[in-house]
């Protein structure tokens, strides 16, 4: 466990967009002193269309940014996005060997612990699903499950818009794609959301797969994580802040904001 010191520096997340506030909700919940600065990366989402050296050359430039924006000197970074994790955890971890960085990946380990059929439904985007990350990650477990793998194109797009009537349509779509779910044998009786937009989406999704089925997401797992991998705490008793970016549409990420988590503070445009 961190010692609390008196330095109080705030802790970096960044996601394509909107997404990576699920994560920045159960950070907050884990560590409610510390201050964040949270990175919407929207004016160039989403990334799990693209290939894999835009996410890296977009997630690089983030990292320069947060490390170098004046007053902020961030103490570590947790990149709150699937797909630029697979993409660039890597070469961003040997470009700053003294910055604790935290990424996410799918939860197939949770899921694996509680599939009682153990055949496991795993939403991502195309780029997080065929990157070799994954693959390892999968290859790894495939002895100890069966994983139903649907590539969600254009969900993270919709959720980033609130566009609720596409939401519904793809959930619907790929729910179906993905097979029979319950819990009888053969049946997916677990829901892995690999990508940090879909809890935002997750009542629609549990209302089509049935109440009997588990969804699972990373949030909480990773900001133990992050409060593991904290050098130092927060000397304030009082409250974090936050504070928010956004290189599009800062109503985007105002709006998500105050409707997921309940921060109400101005949205910077960011200039990257
Ligand atoms: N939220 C991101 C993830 O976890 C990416 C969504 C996107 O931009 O496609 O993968």
Not at 231 to 244: E, H, M, N
Request: proline share 6%; glycine share 8%; charged share 20%.
């Amino acid at each position: 466990m961190p010692e609390a010191s008196q330095v109080k520096q705030p802790i970096g997340v960044f996601d394509s967009g909107v997404g990576g506030l699920s994560i920045l909700k159960a950070l907050r919940a884990e560590l409610p002193r510390e201050d964040f600065v949270y990175v919407a990366d929207s004016g160039f989402a989403p990334y799990g269309e693209r290939d894999q050296g835009f996410v890296l050359a977009r997630a690089r430039a983030i990292t320069r940014d947060l490390m170098s924006q004046p007053g902020l000197a961030i103490q570590a970074l947790v990149i709150a996005c699937n797909t630029a994790t697979a993409a660039a955890i890597h070469l961003l971890r040997r470009e700053h060997s003294d910055l604790p960085i935290i990424g996410v990946e799918p939860a197939l380990k949770p899921a694996i612990a509680l599939s009682q059929t153990r055949r496991i439904g795993v939403m991502a985007t195309r780029g997080t699903l065929n990157s070799q990350k994954f693959r390892t990650l999968l290859a790894g477990l495939a002895d100890q499950a069966q994983f139903v793998c649907q590539p969600c194109d254009g969900l993270a797009d919709a959720i980033e818009r609130d566009d609720a009537e596409k939401i519904i349509g793809l959930c619907r779509q790929y729910t179906k794609d993905m097979g029979q779910f319950g819990s009888q044998a053969g049946d997916i009786d677990t829901l892995v959301l690999g990508c940090t937009h879909y809890p935002f989406a997750s009542e629609r999704l549990q209302a089509l797969v049935g109440p009997g089925v588990r969804l699972v997401d990373n949030g909480e797992p990773v900001a133990r994580q992050t409060h593991r991998m904290l050098t130092s705490l927060s000397p304030d008793s009082a409250p974090g802040q936050c504070r928010l970016f956004s290189t599009g549409d800062p109503d985007l990420l105002q709006s998500a904001a105050r409707r997921w988590l309940n921060i109400d503070v101005p949205v910077q445009r960011l200039l990257i």
